[in-house]
């Protein structure tokens, strides 16, 4: 419960670096820490297969890519870098404070939040559930996949130059 | 058979009057036929149905609401007249109205009169007769707008005051139907004992009376009389109007209600007929030209019927609807020699006027018999009948007997300085080529004249065929046809008329003229104010009424603008400044967006925990 | 057969990709409007060939759960339909053979989504189905890059993850609650349970999540934007059903299947509808750009349809279920008109024009009966919805909202004849002395809506019963 606790907060702190952070670089490594973190939630709660999506997808094939085109782009100067910084300091400064006060409400009102958990199924194997049990899921996920690349391609595809 | 007739003398008229709008204006020839024959087959048919005795049921909304007509004696004898009178100034106005303006208009509006007249004289159910009734209304209009170009206004104001005393009847007519809990006019016989029969019989009075154009809703007559074409003031105002109005206030009196002599409402109608007869008269007295001249003695002669009716006693019935009868003949020939005085001369201003006595002695003859009768002079028809009202009058009071005779003085008076000023004294120098008017002109006013003749010498011929089967069974065994009973009344009638000839014979000497023969009166200390102010129509109910209506309308204005101001002024700008209010809240910054949809998301969760 | 729905769409914009794209292309446009008509086909035909197979083989490979009932047959009619005038309106718009190649592509994606929306009994599967739209509706609104478009585009993004968020959140709530995904499991488990603050909560986030996805006030921010800066075929097709089956009907949906209607949720629901319908419209008033103007009335309109859901009754239901039809006809039609002017005169803002009417009859004629339709006037179609979520709101007693509704519709008329007045009456500005009426395959789209209009307002009232006695079943199960 206490190890539970000082995860959360942990989280809460890389999420928060991550908004505030001077540079997009730094923001996609915190996106990768906070992915790690929510990797050792999920262990935790044994969900191990769902952790090990979570590590290889979020933590690590997305950060990749954030990175590799980060870095297309030019560099900020420091001084524009800190520009940057006081910029979003004063953005979101009043964040880490409304995520504390969020916190202590919702610890506050946990003692309420008393469902009478459903016993779990029993576990069946992830083949089974994402090939029978989840089947229209899954064919929703392909649908949005190729959605999402055929975005990718009309809409920052160079487009033919009209004579 | 004969239920087919009763239709036809509605359905006739009706369509041939429609028929005058659809045909081209080229067909004048086939149109003015299409007037005479229908109204002569009007005139057949009413001859045809006489003395039948039946009731026809059309049904038609649902029960109690049939499209009942009923023919008996009261009937017959008013769709005799009307086709009497409809057949005579049909072919009257065929000559009258030739080379005028909306000639088809007007003949179409003639034909329509004919048949809803007909129609209210038939129907036996009070719902059929308003319709008929409230068709005539609308009928006055179009004829009256058809003349000179002072006519819209004319028949607007007509519209107006008829309008606003028809809705009268029919908010009577509504009660009358509430008390009585039927439509059918047969069936319906009230007591009047309590406030509200009273007061429906007060409505449906005004509304009789008002048709009949007794004071006070009697202003526009006059109007028209200058602006309406002649044959409309002949056939209307002088004739089917009184027959209309004398006929359902005779029909409220005797068969609607249990009116009684010596009752409330009885002094009231009588109060009323005695007014109309004097003021009237006295407003005929100074009257200039012709034909206004004889609108106020229409107005004036409706007096004496009111007042005969209004005695509730069966003489002043049979005097009044005597008189109705009498007064449409002598009134319409009267009417008649004026048109043809106007249609030979262009004028009927009688300053342009005189000496045509000798240029148009048949018109001039016709107007001396019809001049007589209406004066009252034996043997003429007119004498009877006021004899009889006359008689009724003294029973219920010396006040009513004075007004009437004071009245019938006046009137003798007015048509000695009519006649003399108009076919008398010296010919005036535009009217040297003046002929005698075309005969079919002259007809009808030759035929109206004898029968004013006739119903004078040979009066029980109408009072026993005609008139005293109306009151069948309340006569109580009386008889009144044959010379007057009261030999002292005739007396002083007769005394009467003979003043009236002296005071004209004194005015004359006095000013020299026939016309100015009265202005010993008009100019009379006391009356010349009064006279003044009614000559500038201060007076007329009309006018005040629409004073009214204009200070009524400029207070309604105010609060429309108010209101105006409110929904169209205060709320649109309230609409609109919010409405910009909102356009500026939408800065188009998402984080504002973001902020309100969870603003939103955690009332809607509050609200959700706390209720 | 249903699975066919959600199958072809997608495999449809699959095979057209694949090698032969140069046939491909020409085929594309026939193969998008066969496919759309077949669905209206499908739905409106109950004989029709299409619904009597039931291939085993599919049966046996696809294990889908889905199910239909009448609010579900009135959404798949409105998208095919939808999807059909929006086919038309891009054949006129985009010039460039790839772009229309591609624009059919994502409206095929974004129809399979849609149709799962619809078809879905499991709330994670909607969840996905509801992503996929959101997809294709973020291409679709950014489709021709230009600078608004691409920022209403950001915009929709931004409050449609946020409605995500809270969505799975719910979803996370409720499987905790019931332990299962299913419609019918976390029915039977709310049942079981005393209204909690976990499920009050769970359905306080989804209930915003819908709110914003559906564009109600306050949650609307994104939706001129997005409705007003997109081009004009997506426009037709966002706000003509998209906003509708993303959000109202899956809303609908889970108060039907899961929530069910508490005296709470219902006053929630009425009091967001009849602030939707009222704020909306008085918006709409000042507006002077006519795209923004009509999403503001789209707003308004939702606020009706949600006024109808929040009775709870059959008879509101129903009267729901028909506006949403409606209003996916006569706004498809009215984006249409505004797409025509636009392409007419060059610019959007009502201030410049006037007087279109004479040059531009179909589209002033047609945008007379939109506008009439969507102010409730009879005899046409928006006339009997209207008329059916007032007497549905007075009938359940709650009398101000009737009353709020009928107000409302004034305003409606008030911002449609001051739109109509300025664009199609009035006097030509002489600058647009020249143009022309549009093309007929945007004349084709608008005549149909104009007639679908006025025929519904004509017939409906023929099968009225019948209609709303279908929606027994909604509500019972």
Known sequence: MFLDLIILILLVIAALWTVMTRSLLRASLGLALVSAILTLIMFNMDASLAAVFELSVCAGLIPVLFISVISLTQPLTFKEAVEHMRSRMARFWELPLIVLILGVILVLLSAKFKAKLPALETQASARFVLWHLRQLDLLGQIIILFGGVFGVAVLFKERKKRG | MTAIALLLTIIIPLFSGVGMFIFPQKMRRVKEALLILSSLAGLCLSVFLFKQDFTFNLPWIGPGLGLSFRMYNFSAFMLLSTGFFGFLIASYSVVFMQGKKFVSQFYGYFLLCLGFSNGVFLADNLLAMLFFWEGFLVLIFGMIAVGNKDAFKTATKAFIIVGITDLCLMAGIALTAHLSGTMVISSINLPLNNTLANLAFILLMVGAISKGGAMPFHSWIPDAAIDAPLPFMSLIPAALEKLLGIYFLTRIALDLFQFTAHSALSTLLMVVGALTIILAVMMALVQKDYKRLLSYHAISQVGYMILGIGTALPVGIVGGIFHMINNALYKSGLFLTAGSVEKQTGTTNLEKLGGLGRKMPVTFGCFLITAFAISGVWPFNGFFSKELVYDAAIERGWIFYLAAVLGSFFTAASFLKLGHAAFLGKLGSENTKTKEAHWSMLFPMAVIAIVCVVFGVFNQLPLNHLIQPVLAGKLAGHNFSGFPASMKLVVITCVVLFLALVNHILGVRAKGSGLHALDHIRYAPGLAKIYDLAEKRFFDPYNWGLGLVGIISRISLGIDRGINWLSDGLTVRLAYGFSSGIRKMHTGNYSVYLAWSLVGMLVIFGFLVIF | ?477
Not at chain 3, 453 to 469: A, R, S
Request: with cysteine; charged share 10%; glycine share 8%.
């Open chain 3, 1 to 477: 057969m249903h699975a066919l729905l959600i199958l072809a769409p997608f495999l449809g914009s699959f095979i057209l990709n694949l090698p032969f794209r140069k046939v491909n292309k020409r085929l594309s446009f026939g193969v998008c409007a066969a496919l759309f008509l077949l669905q209206m086909a499908v739905i409106l035909i109950p004989d029709f060939g299409l619904n009597k197979i039931n291939p085993a083989a599919l049966a046996n490979i696809f294990n889908f759960d889905l199910g239909v009932d009448a609010l579900s047959k009135v959404m798949l009619f409105c998208i095919g339909l939808v999807a059909l005038v929006t086919l038309c309106t891009n054949s006129l718009f985009l010039k460039d053979s790839d772009d229309k190649f591609n624009f059919i592509n994502v409206l095929l994606i974004a129809v399979s989504g849609m149709n799962g929306i619809v078809l879905a009994k499991d709330i994670f599967s909607l969840y996905v189905f509801l992503e996929i739209t959101a997809v294709a509706s973020f291409i679709l609104i950014a489709f021709n890059r230009e600078e608004l478009g691409l920022e209403g585009a950001f915009k929709y993004i931004l409050l449609s993850s946020i409605a995500t968020v809270l969505m799975i959140a719910g979803i996370a709530l409720f499987f905790l609650v019931s332990g299962s995904t299913h419609f019918a499991a976390i029915h039977s488990a709310l049942l079981a349970q005393d209204k909690s603050l976990l499920i009050n909560l769970a359905i306080a986030l989804f209930v915003s999540a819908l709110f914003i996805k559906g564009g109600l006030m306050p949650f609307h921010g994104w939706l001129p934007d997005a409705y007003s800066s997109a081009p004009a075929a997506s426009s037709v097709f966002l706000a003509g059903i998209v906003t509708k089956a993303a959000g109202v009907y899956v809303l609908i949906r889970i108060l039907v299947s899961i929530a069910g209607f508490s005296l709470t949720l219902k006053s929630v629901l009425l009091f967001v509808g009849a602030f939707s319908a009222i704020i909306g419209a008085i918006a709409a008033l000042t507006q002077t750009d006519f795209k923004r103007m009509l999403s503001y009335s789209s707003i308004s309109q939702i606020g009706y349809i949600i006024l109808g859901v929040g009775t709870g009754t059959v008879l509101g239901l129903a009267g729901a279920a028909l506006h949403i039809f409606n209003h996916a006809v006569f706004k498809s039609l009215l984006f249409m008109n505004s797409a025509a002017v636009e392409k007419a005169l060059g610019t959007r803002d009502i201030s410049k024009m006037g007087g279109l009417g004479s040059q531009m009859p179909v589209t002033g004629l047609t945008s007379v009966l939109g506008s009439l339709s969507c102010a409730g006037i009879p005899p046409l179609a928006g006339f009997w919805s209207k008329l059916i979520i007032i007497i549905a709101l007075w009938s359940a007693g709650f009398k101000t909202y009737a009353v709020i509704a009928i107000l409302g519709s004034v305003l409606t008329l008030a911002y449609f004849l001051s739109l109509q007045r300025s664009v199609f009456f009035g006097k030509l500005n002489a600058e647009f002395k020249n143009i022309k009426e549009a093309g007929f395959s945007l004349l084709f789209p608008m005549i149909l809506l104009g007639v679908i209009t006025l025929g519904v307002g004509i017939f409906l009232p023929l099968v009225l019963d019948k209609f709303i006695l279908s929606f027994n079943a909604v509500l019972g199960g």
